[in-house]
């Protein structure tokens, strides 16, 4: 039996190289490829999270995946519609999106599929795609437009009307046809495809789309939307790109040889003349004919092009690429948000970024315009006012109702993480100062909350929480709250503290790759053991798991196996199954509510 990484190994390999995939669905009875998927999943907090089934990945065991093998040896394997469930877009917002939550077993089965496709097709994708890919992301997408889109004149804004609802199953099962040359692994897919979703315990047909909240639905629709990045890398932008340089200006040239004449006459009122009119004209001819650059990057469905041309050929493009996802994905461009943007006088908005050109012909560097034509990535106004709503109420800071039971360390710990996770998405940006304001909404709200807690006032709760701390970038003042532990780190929630100055290197990526010799995880190296480690039997064993640490109980009236549980502070407890019958006997975990 081979091993894990040397299976998804031999994968890429065969990606690389561009052979196709003959026997794909024969590396689905390969158990170490589920104990992968398992160290991946088990940890999420939607293991917990009963589908249709009721089924969650409490008392997952090396039976059950030699279960889903035999399954599958057999094809037997049946997909359970999603049960759908409907979530707030964002924290504070009315908008509804739906979400697809499937049994554990589908989970495992789909994150084994995407390891194997993801292995398989990651080589072969395009370089100016970024959108769930590992070791790439949002900021890598925006790096490569500030870093090499220097000279754009047009930025063209493409969304992709509802892709992900629309995605046509035979045109996925066409592309996938391609290389993976196994009807059996392409009825699976079409099969998880159909599967449908349960709402009001109604069974609804999928027609069309990837699985909602399934694991294997990013990897999908990037194999999907690459036959974009292909027409775009091997079409577009050879017919809209051509020569090396753009051509002198006369003018520019003229009125530089007549500083020349200027010069040797010592007439130095006509060359300071000569020279400021000089720095206000371009040095290239702009409408060059024989110069032309198109550039293209790629998030998930949103996509974005950079031209240096006229705007007519800007159109043409435009209309090019709407034709080719309709004739050839069976999708559409939205005609709202499809926009062309002069780059100069205007903004256009990319992974909530805006982006501009920049043209200041006073900025000169090593007697150069340094800054003419450079990439500038702001922080739109409109979401700076959007981020303080959430934390206010009647245009004011407002506290939180929600967390006034919750300890002193944990309300600062969450303004902190969502302070922090707003300001390191906006470091790439210029204009990143423009958070102070947004700084100073959440700081008030957050001492409202604690003082409306504690029945004090916010400049108590200031001077009590206030703290200094040493940074990568010096001392900075901060609010911090700790819970001191005896033996053990002290628990501290902590707001602030990070300076609002441009981070051009900055990096936040989707996921990690796996590399090939991953280590195992420590769950499936206990649950490889075969040890019960509650009566310490040596035995088919299963793994009981809990959401939270929390569900166990207080101290006093907790049973033996959730003391031990704490002990160890882990969420999971290999058993055997008759301790795993006592355990939900004697005290069920309680269930995860939506």
């Excluded at 009315?94 to 398989?120: C, H, M, N, Q």
């Excluded at 692994?185 to 069309?208: C, P, Q």
């Excluded at 006459?265 to 024989?290: A, C, F, I, N, Y």
């Excluded at 009647?394 to 707003?422: F, M, V």
């Amino acid at each position: 039996m081979q091993s894990a990484e040397t299976v998804l190994g031999v994968l890429r390999e065969r990606g690389m190289r561009g052979l196709p995939c003959n026997e794909l669905y024969r590396q689905l009875f390969n158990p170490q490829l589920y104990l992968l998927a398992y160290g991946r999943l088990y940890s999420n907090k939607g293991a917990m999270t009963p589908g249709v089934t009721g089924e969650t990945v409490d008392g997952m065991s090396l039976g059950k995946i030699e279960h889903v093998i035999d399954a599958l040896r057999h094809e037997r394997y049946r997909w359970s519609p999603a049960r759908r469930v409907y979530i707030p877009k964002g924290r504070g917002s009315t908008k509804l999106r739906p979400l697809g939550l499937p049994p554990w077993s589908d989970k495992l089965v789909g994150e084994v599929i995407r390891l194997l496709l993801e292995a398989y097709y990651e080589p072969t994708f395009s370089e100016f795609s970024h959108g769930f890919r590992p070791r790439r992301g949002c900021h890598t997408a925006l790096r490569d437009v500030a870093n090499t889109w220097t000279g754009t004149v047009w930025l063209i804004e493409g969304d992709i009307s509802q892709c992900f609802d629309r995605l046509d199953h035979e045109v996925m099962l066409r592309i996938l046809d391609e290389k993976i040359r196994d009807n059996r692994f392409l009825r699976l897919v079409r099969n998880m495809l159909k599967a449908g979703y349960m709402e009001d315990w109604i069974w609804n047909a999928t027609h069309s789309g990837s699985p909602q909240g399934g694991v294997v639905s990013p990897i999908l629709s990037n194999i999907y939307l690459h036959k974009m990045d292909e027409y775009v890398e091997k079409v577009l932008i050879p017919e809209y790109t051509r020569g090396r340089a753009r051509k002198q200006s006369r003018e520019f040239h003229k009125v530089w040889y007549a500083i020349q004449c200027a010069r040797k006459r010592d007439d130095r009122t006509t060359v300071r003349r000569l020279r400021k009119q000089l720095h206000s004209m371009p040095s290239g001819d702009p409408r060059d004919p024989g110069y032309r650059r198109l550039r293209y990057v790629r998030y998930a469905d949103d996509t974005l092009l950079g031209f240096a041309g006229p705007k007519a050929e800007a159109e043409e493009i435009k209309q090019r690429l709407a034709q080719f996802l309709r004739e050839e994905l069976e999708l559409d461009m939205s005609p709202e948000k499809t926009l062309i943007t002069h780059a100069r006088t205007r903004a256009a908005r990319f992974l909530g970024y805006d982006i501009t050109v920049l043209h200041n012909d006073r900025k000169v560097s090593g007697r150069r315009r340094s800054v003419n034509g450079t990439i500038r990535l702001r922080v739109p106004r409109s979401v700076v006012v959007a981020k303080q709503a959430q934390y206010k109420e009647r245009g004011k800071p407002a506290r939180r109702p929600e967390l006034l039971n919750q300890d002193d360390h944990i309300i600062l710990s969450t303004y902190g993480s969502e302070y922090r996770g707003i300001v390191q998405y906006y470091l790439l940006a210029g204009d990143v100062f423009r958070l102070a304001r947004l700084q100073w909404v959440m700081e008030t709200s957050m001492l409202m909350t604690l003082a409306n807690k504690h029945r004090s006032s916010v400049s108590k709760m200031a001077r009590k929480y206030a703290a200094t701390i040493e940074t990568p970038h010096g001392m900075r003042k901060c609010f911090e709250a700790r819970v001191e532990r005896i033996g053990r780190k002290p628990l501290v929630g902590r707001f602030g503290g990070i300076p609002l100055r441009q981070n051009k290197k900055t990096v936040i990526t989707d996921r990690r790759l796996a590399p090939v010799n991953t280590k195992r995880k420590e769950l499936v190296t206990r649950l490889l053991a075969g040890r019960c480690e509650s009566c310490g039997r040596v035995d088919e064993v299963e793994v009981h798991h809990v959401a939270k640490l929390a569900d166990l109980g207080r101290t006093d009236n907790r049973p033996p196996w959730a003391d031990l549980m704490a002990a160890r502070k882990r969420k999971t407890l290999v058993v055997c199954g008759s301790c795993h019958a006592d355990i939900h006997g004697t005290r069920p975990v309680p269930a995860h509510t939506e």
